[in-house]
């Protein structure tokens, strides 16, 4: 049923702790895992040219410390035996979620359902929300703290 499972991180602790069910559902189904992430910085407005001059530096750090992230997390899920890509969108967070999960057709998004801290919750919040909304896709919600 599933083959292509996605599962958008936001680099903490607590978005990781899908990891184990997604790990179980991908052995099960012999699914691929898709590791995403929608680096931080990319909540500037991207359409204004100076601000995409002055967000340059941090964007590409950014994006190197999401490829080092996801990295290390396929590496993991690897040595586990499990198929696992990685992927960086950029933009604002839901959106490209929703966009790579339709252009990529993945089977299933996977997310955790509240992250721990309030800056979190207030911006991932959102994202999940928005996520579920229009994906169109099923989307697995994980409790991180069971």
Known sequence: ???????????STAAEKVLP????????????????????????????HTKRLMFQKEREQAVCESRK????????LIRLGVRTSTAIEEGQAAPRIIAYARKTNVDVIAMVSQVQTSWHRILYG?????????????????????
């Open 69 to 76: 992230y996801l990295n290390k997390i396929r590496s993991n």
């Open 21 to 48: 069910h997604v790990l179980d559902l991908a052995r099960t189904h012999n699914a691929e895992i898709v590791l995403l992430q929608v680096p931080l910085y990319a909540y500037a407005d991207e359409t204004a």
């Open 126 to 146: 959102s994202v999940i929300e928005e996520v579920m909304r229009g994906a169109g896709k099923p989307v697995l919600l994980i409790n991180p703290n069971v």
């Open 1 to 11: 049923m599933y083959r292509k499972i996605l599962v958008p991180l936001d680099g």
